[in-house]
């Protein structure tokens, strides 16, 4: 398993852009497929987006497709996830997994990160 810390949410109105990013620690990294999934009060976790572990598919939810893009720097440890022209629906704690193969549900993941707030004022 690798340990996953989550970084760069906050605060953005609606329209706005964050990019959050997640570092892994271990030298495996790159092995791993790795996904972004958020959660918001009173409801499911729910996926995101996903990178295969060289970065050469990505996986969007419909509700993200077009505004949101997934990569990932294996020299760097890191995963990361842009967010652009945000909604209030995508507030949210996000969170950063790690997985054998990419996947779009969250069973599949095995390595969580604590998860970053995403807040999107109207």
């Known amino acids: 398993q690798v340990q996953l810390i989550e970084s760069g949410g906050g605060l953005v109105q609606a329209g706005g852009s964050l990019r959050l990013s997640c570092a892994a620690s271990g030298r495996t990294f790159s092995s791993y497929a790795m996904g972004w999934f958020r959660q918001a009060p009173g409801k499911e976790r729910e996926f995101v987006a996903a990178i295969s572990y060289r970065g050469s598919n990505t996986y969007y939810a419909d509700s993200v497709k077009g505004r949101f893009t997934i990569s990932r720097d294996n020299a760097k440890n890191t995963v990361y996830l842009q967010m652009n022209s945000l909604k209030p629906e995508d507030a949210a704690v996000y969170y950063c997994?790690?997985?054998?193969?990419?996947?779009?549900?969250?069973?599949?993941?095995?390595?969580w990160g604590q998860g970053t707030q995403v807040t999107v004022s109207s």
């Open positions: 997994a790690a997985a054998i193969g990419v996947a779009t549900t969250h069973k599949a993941y095995n390595s």
